[in-house]
């Protein structure tokens, strides 16, 4: 049985690379192989300082008092070699060397779902909207427990009753940011968990994130990009799943809209553009069970979305322009958009909103 002990001790040798040391592994099959070869043997892979690190063999002493600080905070190691390990992680061309757990990890296809710290009312609801539909379809949502799109996303899923997983670029015993970690809580009562590849102790320093997203992307069968800018760090995800062989997908948006700079920038490259939650379904997850017979449009609605529906029948109109009508705020109006939108009754022209052909006709009928 593997010594996790000499997985953390291999981890943690000065100057050691995590490419290095797969590279290690891969050529003489353990931890305990690597730790029994000459300096001469493993220069071939590494500087000579580290080599002649690697040849004094492991430091269990300070492995040790690691585990004990695992075990006080009642974590689980995963090693690649363990049933417990995700086996999707073990396929991508960068594996961590060793995971650290809180919670137990859900059963269930995966799809993660990530975009900007700061994204519009409209991207909120779309990704918590999209989590909860999927997690009530038996995925399990992953992400990395940021604000904004992360948050919404995990939060869906819990919504549905369903579990989600949160990668962390910190140590599990300080997740960040702290203002989530009463969302983090919740994530483990409700039957998910945490994983990081990162000790305890460990801060979430600002490289790491882009390390992070590439287990988002690589534990994921597929990954939905809600909402990209330019430069954002949802692009890394993205980045990531494409060289792991993943399905990227992306929620478009209008040219003319900054929030969706980096999104359509994914489509003209090859991403898969999704359109509603049943797409996705039937792009990713077609085994999965299907939405339930929906009924006729508008007919469970509430009294705004009603008024909206009403404020369309003389064509489309500008959000602006229908929060005054409504006498709404924009956040307000931004859900009932997206809950028409998802319900079929309304599409997107440019800025504008506008009713779909099928409630056209029944608001023509009444």
């Not at 990162?198 to 597929?222: K, T």
């Not at 692009?235 to 003319?256: F, I, K, M, S, Y």
Request: charged share 25%; net charge neutral.
């Amino acid at each position: 049985m593997d010594d996790p002990a000499l997985w953390i001790a291999l981890r943690n040798v000065p100057g050691l690379h995590r490419f290095q040391a797969q590279a290690l592994l891969a050529r003489f099959g353990s931890p305990e192989a690597v730790f029994a070869r000459s300096a001469q043997e493993l220069a071939a892979y590494c500087r000579l300082g580290t080599a002649l690190a690697l040849a004094r063999g492991p430091d269990l002493a300070a492995a040790s008092v690691e585990l004990e600080r695992v075990r006080e905070l009642e974590l689980q190691v995963l090693l690649p070699s363990g049933p417990e390990f995700p086996a999707l992680l073990r396929e991508i061309p960068d594996p961590p060397l060793l995971l650290y757990a809180r919670g137990r990890l859900p059963r269930g296809p995966t799809l993660s779902i990530v975009g900007p710290r700061r994204p519009s009312a409209r991207g909120r609801e779309l990704a918590r909207a999209f989590a909860e539909r999927l997690a009530a379809a038996g995925a399990v949502i992953v992400s990395g427990l940021a604000y904004g799109i992360d948050a919404a996303a995990h939060e869906g899923a819990l919504d549905a009753g369903g579990a989600t997983v949160a990668i962390l670029a910190s140590g599990l015993d300080r997740p960040s940011p702290i203002g989530n970690r009463r969302l983090a809580k919740r994530i483990l009562a409700c039957g998910g968990a945490w994983l990081s590849e990162y000790a305890p102790g460990e801060h979430a320093l600002a490289y790491r994130f882009p390390e992070r997203n590439r287990l988002i992307s690589g534990l994921s069968a597929a990954s939905l990009i809600v909402e990209a800018r330019e430069r954002s760090g949802s692009l890394w995800t993205a980045r990531h799943a494409t060289e792991q062989n993943r399905d990227v997908l992306v929620l478009p948006g209008p040219v003319d809209s900054d929030l969706y700079r980096g999104s359509n920038r994914l489509l003209q490259d090859g991403a898969i553009v999704i359109l509603d939650v049943e797409d996705l379904l039937d792009q990713v997850f077609p085994g999965v069970q299907r939405s339930a017979p929906q009924p006729a449009p508008g007919a469970s609605l509430g009294a705004e979305p009603r008024r909206l529906l009403h404020e369309l029948r003389d064509g489309a109109r500008d959000p602006d322009q229908l929060a005054r009508a409504l006498g709404i705020p924009a956040s307000r109006l931004a859900a009932i958009l997206l809950e028409l939108e998802l319900g079929g009754l309304i599409l997107r022209e440019g800025t504008r909103v506008a009713l779909t052909p099928e409630a056209r006709n029944a608001s023509a009928a009444e």
